[in-house]
Antibody, heavy 121, light 109 residues
Framework: QMQLVESGGGLVKPGGSLRLSCAASGFTFNDYYMSWIRQAPGKGLEWVSYISISGNYTNYADSMKGRFTISRDNAKNSLYLQMNSLRAEDTAVYYC??????????????WGQGTLVTVSS | SYELTQPPSVSVSPGQTARITCSGDALPKQYAYWYQQKPGQAPVLVIYKDSERPSGIPERFSGSSSGTTVTLTISGVQAEDEANYYCQSADSSSTSYVVFGGGTKLTVL
């Protein structure tokens, strides 16, 4: 049974940094692209980033470029999101999701339960 | 940047058919995907590539596409279908490649 478990969320001050992790199990991790998607409290879904199988290719939403870095460790079946220069508007639940790009464009066929990041002084 | 537009809310009685639309300029050439999200839970994929249904998703969920609009149809709505529904697509010419619609709250009366 496949599972994605996020960790690393918490309270951080504006301008601070945080590193999220996602542990994958129940499927062949290095067969899939992976992604982060976030949801601010009471708001809709917002795509953050995705990473290729090898980790050599990444893509980011505009508002996250230059501040967030996605990475993966296939030996550890793990996905990461390094978040720097955090702002109040980055407050959200961050979901790890498995991405399917076989049709050319990504969609997300499995999601973790999310980890809450709160940016506040 | 590219946008997908959904109605904020749709209401139906149990057993009726619910239709949730999603409009976007790139939809004629890009697939759309639909996710169901119940309160306090992670989203679940219910439709992919406009009209394909993942295994485990009930047959009452279907998708269609016409021009710049895609539609999620739930036939014979049940109380358990009450949730937020999000469409998603991609546009490589946009500054943010992957886009979600704003979401539609389906209320089962």
């Amino acid at each position: 049974q496949m599972q994605l478990v996020e960790s690393g969320g918490g309270l951080v001050k504006p301008g601070g940094s945080l590193r999220l992790s996602c542990a994958a199990s129940g499927f062949t991790f290095n067969d899939y692209y992976m992604s982060w998607i976030r949801q601010a409290p009471g708001k809709g879904l917002e795509w953050v980033s995705y990473i290729s199988i090898s980790g050599n290719y990444t893509n980011y939403a505009d508002s996250m470029k230059g501040r967030f870095t996605i990475s993966r460790d296939n030996a550890k079946n793990s996905l990461y999101l390094q978040m720097n220069s955090l702002r109040a508007e980055d407050t959200a639940v961050y979901y790890c999701a498995r991405a399917d790009l076989r049709g050319g464009d990504p969609y997300f066929d499995s999601w973790g339960q999310g980890t809450l990041v709160t940016v506040s002084s | 940047s590219y946008e997908l537009t959904q109605p904020p809310s749709v209401s139906v009685s149990p057993g009726q058919t619910a239709r949730i639309t999603c409009s976007g300029d790139a939809l004629p050439k890009q697939y759309a995907y639909w996710y169901q999200q119940k309160p306090g839970q992670a989203p679940v994929l219910v439709i992919y590539k406009d009209s394909e249904r993942p295994s485990g998703i009930p047959e009452r969920f279907s998708g269609s596409s016409s021009g710049t609009t895609v539609t999620l149809t739930i036939s014979g709505v049940q109380a358990e279908d009450e949730a937020n529904y999000y469409c998603q697509s991609a546009d490589s010419s946009s500054t943010s490649y992957v886009v979600f619609g704003g979401g539609t709250k389906l209320t089962v009366l």
